[in-house]
């Protein structure tokens, strides 16, 4: 088969789109003035149908200037905090082996090109959260006076996109205000769909799931070891080794620290192929990586069952704290634990009014949960960048701008506003570099 398969279908479909694109663009069918025109190499698609529901929506004007003024303080919370990573991250990248250093596939938040997000769930989540984002903008713009020209669809953006095109000579007349809490609608937006979906998630999650067994979760059984000549498969659940009980990844490894190669021990564990306590005499073989020490031959997760479900449900409630609680949750794709299925759903039974779903269909309501709130949350923080041309690159330029009034009274507000887009234009720059450098300088 050839392996390079893939990407020759890819690059035909992109030939083929780009003599679409130009075949109606010479015909006059692509246009700024026209229902179709141009945005790089994505397609607009306009109307102006939605107009007056933006209207209606918008005539509240209190409450979105309330919440877009809340949107713009966390705003400039999730860019400090981005940047912060990012600088971090940048530090870490100088300390680390070429082997080590994260995929270039990983920079950009695709699903299909980063390997972590997941086709199906991905492409849905993002949908939903660019249209309600660009929605969360046209709202707002209504509502601080600022004029929507059209509403519509991108084409070939992941793959469908949307957008709202405000008024440029309106936008740039409002107060730097005014223009601010729209820049920050659409992060708003996206925070408060992290929020509403997680909940949701924790309340599908914590009134029917419950684990099969109290121990550690089998991720895999390496073949031809003790575990699976004894009948070990991922998707059990070992609940002692030796009369030690295994309730978490550190008791599991403490339980065979102690072992010796030939040691015969007893092992039990929940079996998911035949739903009941399964008891074995194991004879551990020689460990391959630590001299005089008993191997079992399998591989666990680093969360339990019972762990995950509390992920699942309140990370913040973890017992190592609620930093380390909330960075397993953001990390679960990571550690191949979401999108639950497989291996790990075995190690659930789904109980209560959502078991008539069946397990297949519950854990694909939850995964659909869990990534509208995970890649929610992701374009909450990555549109809050001081970048152009994101909302934080706009915010950003604003923020500096506002602050060169306070210092510099006599300055025009064009020279405000030329220092406010020299200001991002050097943080875009800044914000790039930071971005490249952990992907290249640990390959240097």
């Known amino acids: 088969m050839n392996p390079y398969l893939g990407y020759e279908i890819a690059f035909l479909v992109v030939v083929a789109y780009a003599i679409v694109v130009y075949v109606l663009y010479r015909a006059g069918r692509i246009g700024p003035e026209r229902a179709i025109s141009l945005l790089g190499p994505a397609l607009m698609i306009k109307t102006k149908k939605g107009l007056a529901a933006l209207d209606r929506w918008g005539r509240f004007k209190r409450f979105w200037t309330r919440a877009a003024d809340l949107g713009i303080a966390l705003a400039a919370i999730a860019m400090a905090a981005i940047v912060i990573l990012l600088l971090v991250d940048a530090v870490i990248s100088t300390r680390i082996s070429p ?7 990983e920079a950009l938040g695709l699903p299909g090109i980063n390997p972590i997000i997941p086709i199906g769930y ?6 939903v959260g660019v249209v309600l984002h660009e929605l969360a903008h046209g709202v707002v713009a209504r509502s601080q006076g600022i004029g929507v020209k059209s509403i519509g669809i991108l084409w070939c953006v992941i793959p469908v996109g949307a957008f709202v095109e405000q008024d440029d000579v309106e936008m740039q007349a409002a107060s730097r205000r005014s223009r601010d809490r729209v820049a920050a609608a659409g992060v708003l937006a996206n925070f408060v769909l992290t929020v509403v979906f997680f909940v949701a998630l924790s ?23 003790p575990a699976a000549n004894a009948s070990l498969a991922a998707g059990d659940i070992i609940t002692s080794i030796n009369g030690t009980s295994t ?3 550190a008791a599991f490894e403490s339980a065979l620290t102690t072992t010796v190669p030939g040691e015969n021990v007893t092992v039990v564990y929940f079996s998911a192929s035949s739903s009941s306590v399964v008891t074995v005499h194991v004879t551990l073989a020689p460990s ?8 079992l031959g399998v591989a666990v997760t680093f969360l339990t069952p019972s762990e995950l479900k509390g992920t699942l449900v309140w990370p913040l409630g973890s017992s190592s704290g609620p930093a380390t609680g909330a960075l397993d949750w953001l990390v679960l794709p990571l550690a191949t634990l979401e999108p639950v299925g ?21 854990w694909i309501i939850a995964n659909v949960l869990y990534w509208l709130a995970w890649l929610n949350l ?14 934080g690159g706009l915010l950003f330029r604003d923020f500096a701008a506002s602050v060169a009034a306070r210092f510099r009274a006599g300055w025009s507000a064009a020279r405000l506003d030329e220092f406010g887009s020299r200001a991002v234009t050097a943080s875009s720059l800044i914000i790039v570099l930071l971005l490249v450098w952990q992907f290249v300088v640990p390959r240097l």
Do not use: C, K
């Open 99 to 105: 082997s080590m250093a994260p995929p270039v596939t």
């Open 122 to 127: 991905g492409i849905l989540a993002l949908v």
């Open 203 to 225: 309340l599908l999650v914590s009134g029917s799931v419950a684990p099969n067994a109290n121990g550690v979760g089998v991720a895999y059984v390496e073949p031809n070891t």
């Open 247 to 249: 309730t978490t990844d």
């Open 288 to 295: 391959p990586t630590v001299q005089g020490r008993g191997f």
């Open 342 to 362: 497989g291996s790990t759903a075995a190690y659930f039974h789904v109980t209560g009014p959502a078991s008539a779903l069946g397990s297949s269909w519950f």
């Open 378 to 391: 992701l374009l909450g923080l990555s549109n809050a960048l001081p970048l152009v041309p994101l909302d």
